[in-house]
């Protein structure tokens, strides 16, 4: 799977939790690649290892966490080889996070001005004068009206959008080759949503940086991502580009996830959902993590795991229907059936 | 025959903001800002807007959790302002109330049994000597099994803590239900499990909704009306189909079109709004969107638009904007 033009390549990611009940498998197995200047979504639902997944390839998992094995390769060279004096120089400078809650990452008692600063200071060496008129810059790149007053304010003076804003231009003030957003628009309107998107759409564009882009909502996904890896319980269930991913969905618990979604362009009688819940972590199933949930279960998913298996078309699924160890129907389609297993 | 459950006139609320060093009210936080609607029996309306529209507090104003500023809520063909405060206890058993958050709403000492129990005594709903047996049905109705009484709430998910706080507010056998953001914090697939479950109950026990929530897919979903509240006012309200399919406000439309579809084919023309929703302290003058509309002139920023029907809007749909039939016939354009 290795390719020159990916700019990260991440290998069988274990990273787990070892708390008094035992050992959480948070990341369990996770491989994945993110092409240059592609933005990849990473969707799930919570609790299924996005946040783990991306805080690993930044190495900030702290104890009781670790990871226990892999490989995360950025530009040829293992990410989990470093030392953490190595880490810090690619931490904000190569590789840049933007978290899910912008009012927490932003330290309250520091003006944005000398938040943007400080990055800038500590990766590009400038002068403190000089840093402070980059960091106009970079509140003007990200769209902030008046940005020479706005470098004097501190961040509880500031909108949620415009925190954000202020997020992306501290990840942005070095020119990262990578982007990890994770989850940069859920605390956040649907008007501002909007803004935010398309500005790291065009920044990507400009820029020519590659993004991984962690939400749990598939429209976002739809709108601002060229390849999709889909999370269930700790693992990729299915990796396609966004629109085989929408057109042909091949895991049952894809197929499950766009069933559920209630959409506000089309009406629905009734919504299909999935039965039952995310299995608990001390609780995983031995099989097919999804196969209490899944209508098409047969004997060897609860006995045996299925690998991430590679499609005819390219993609990647885990799921023994695409086997051929597969010992249930042998005619099945998982998107046109899924109604009917289901109901039975 | 359509019934008004549930009718509210001009209401206010006003929040104070102490200041200065006498902690004198300096000022007001107009959140909810000279609001009418009604709610037929058996029927959703759904107020959805951005957050800190006013959406909750009207709600609450509703159930009178904090007592209105001004204006007439008329429930079942009385005026509930004038209730007293032992009246209106009492009527809190016709009107329930389900929040968003399962985890804060439900007391985590408490047994499924005792949360149920607590319920049925205050209001002493049913007789106590029937109320185990209204407690297995109960968690058999909302899906939870009658097995699972004596659990704790940390034992359950999100989606089972959820279904519990709707067993709560179903034990007194309520008329009219208030769900504020109920689901909005559940993940998807839950969310429709617990969707669709709020609309079954509503069909068997003909309940009420007031459902707020600001995700729109959701509202499309459960709704029969939609109004969009924007800093404290409805700017447009009627058939979730006309809200939906045919809207007017240039505020519902730009809310519309920030949705994400999820179908990458579908490219969208997105009306991208400019800056963040002004605070409700001090309002904007006229149409309170003038500072963020791309239609907007003068007039907009002299005059307030009332709530008004034109000939391509059918049933009881409203929009507050005076240029309702300009931009639709093409005479009146966005700025650039
Ligand atoms: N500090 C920790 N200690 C123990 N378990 C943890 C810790 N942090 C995360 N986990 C567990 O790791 C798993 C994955 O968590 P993660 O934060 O990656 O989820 P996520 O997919 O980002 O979810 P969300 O959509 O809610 O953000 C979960 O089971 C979680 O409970
Ligand atoms: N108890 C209160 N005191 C002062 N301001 C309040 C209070 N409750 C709500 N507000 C303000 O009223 C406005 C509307 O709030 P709310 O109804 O909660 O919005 P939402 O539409 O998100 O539910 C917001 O500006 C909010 O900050
Ligand atoms: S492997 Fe089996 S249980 Fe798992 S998703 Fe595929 S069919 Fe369902
Ligand atoms: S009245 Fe004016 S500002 Fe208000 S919505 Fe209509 S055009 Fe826009
Ligand atoms: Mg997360
Ligand atoms: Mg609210």
Redo the contacts between chains.
């Keep these: 799977m290795s390719n020159d033009a990916d700019v990260l390549q991440i290998q069988d990611l274990q990273t787990s939790f070892f708390v008094d009940d035992g050992e959480v498998k948070a990341v369990d197995g996770v491989s994945l690649d993110i092409p240059k200047g592609k933005t990849v979504g990473i969707v799930g ?2 609790g299924s290892g996005k946040s783990i997944t991306s805080m690993s390839v930044m190495r900030l998992i702290r104890n009781p966490g670790r990871i226990k094995g892999g490989s995360i390769h950025y530009n040829g060279e293992d990410l989990l080889q470093k030392t953490e004096k190595q880490m810090q120089k690619i931490r904000g400078n190569k590789i840049s996070m933007i978290f899910q809650e912008p009012m927490t990452s932003l330290n309250p008692v520091y003006t944005i001005g000398q938040q943007i600063s400080e990055v800038i200071q500590i990766h590009q060496g400038l002068s403190k004068k000089d840093a402070l008129s980059k960091s106009v810059e970079m509140l003007e790149l990200v769209g902030i ?1 008046s940005p020479k007053d706005r470098v004097k304010q501190y961040p509880h003076e500031l ?1 949620g ?2 925190r954000q804003r202020v997020m992306i231009a501290i990840a942005l003030a070095c020119n990262p080759e990578l982007l990890i957003a994770d989850e940069p628009t859920t605390a956040l ?7 935010i ?2 500005l790291i759409n065009e920044l990507r564009r400009s820029l020519g940086m590659s993004v991984i882009l962690i939400t ?9 991502c060229d390849y999709v890896a889909v999370m269930y319980a700790g693992k990729v269930v299915e990796y396609a580009d ?2 085989t991913l ?2 042909e969905p091949k895991h049952p618990y894809t197929v ?3 069933n ?6 089309m ?2 009688d ?6 039952g ?2 299995p608990k972590p001390g609780e995983m199933p031995e099989g097919c993590r999804f196969a209490p949930r899944c209508p098409f279960a047969s004997d060897i998913c609860t006995n045996e795991l299925p690998d991430l298996m590679e499609t005819e078309d390219g993609n990647q699924v885990r799921c023994w229907i695409y086997s051929e160890k597969w010992d249930g129907d042998p005619e099945v389609n998982v998107k046109n059936d899924y109604q009917t297993a289901r109901s039975q | 025959m359509t019934t008004k459950l549930l009718e509210v006139n001009n209401l206010k609320q006003y929040f104070p903001i102490k200041g200065g060093v006498f902690g004198r009210t300096v000022n007001h936080v107009k959140a909810v800002d000279d609001v009418s609607f009604y709610v037929n029996e058996g029927e959703t309306l759904s107020i959805v807007g951005e957050s800190g529209c006013g959406k909750s507090t009207t709600g609450r104003a509703v159930l009178r959790l904090d007592e209105p500023t001004n204006g007439n809520i008329q429930f079942n063909g009385e005026n509930l302002l004038d209730l007293n405060k032992k009246e209106m206890r009492k009527k809190r058993k016709d009107m329930q109330i389900i929040f968003q958050d399962p985890y804060a709403s439900i007391n985590p000492r408490q047994t499924v049994r005792q949360v149920l129990e607590e319920a049925m005594a205050i209001q002493d709903a049913v007789p106590k000597s029937e109320r185990v047996d209204k407690m297995m049905e109960l968690l058999d109705t909302v899906g939870l099994g009658s097995h699972q009484l004596d659990r704790f709430p940390h034992e359950f998910s999100g989606g089972q803590r959820q279904r519990v706080g709707i067993a709560r507010a179903l034990a007194v056998d309520p008329t009219f239900i208030i769900c504020d953001e109920s689901v909005s914090a559940l993940d998807v697939s839950i969310q429709a499990q617990v969707l669709n479950l709020l609309k079954n109950l509503q069909q068997q026990y003909n309940l009420t909704y007031l459902f707020i929530a600001h995700d729109l897919g959701v509202v499309r979903h459960i709704s029969d009306r939609v109004a969009v509240m924007y800093l404290g006012k409805i700017v447009e309200i009627g058939e979730k189909k006309e809200i939906f399919d045919n809207p007017k406000h240039p505020y519902t439309k730009s809310l519309l079109s920030a949705i994400p579809v999820p179908d990458p084919s579908h490219k969208q023309e997105r009306i991208v709004l400019k800056g963040d929703v002004p605070s409700p302290i001090d309002p904007p003058s006229g149409c309170r969107f003038h500072t963020r509309c791309p239609f907007a002139t003068d007039k907009c920023r002299d005059e307030k638009p009332e709530l008004r029907k034109t000939e391509t809007m059918t049933g009881t749909h409203e929009a507050a904007c005076h240029y309702i039939e300009d931009i639709e016939a093409g005479r009146h354009k966005a700025a650039e």
Excluded at chain 1, 189 to 195: E, G, L, S, Y
Excluded at chain 1, 216 to 224: K, Q, R
Excluded at chain 1, 260 to 265: F, N
């Design positions: 639902e919570s009206p909108s959008g415009m309107d649907v008007t501002i949503q909007a803004q998107l398309d749990h909502d598939l429209g976002v996904v739809a709108e601002t966004v629109h929408f057109k499950g996830l766009m559920s979604l209630p959409r506000h362009d009406d629905q009734e919504l299909n959902v999935i039965e819940n995310v």
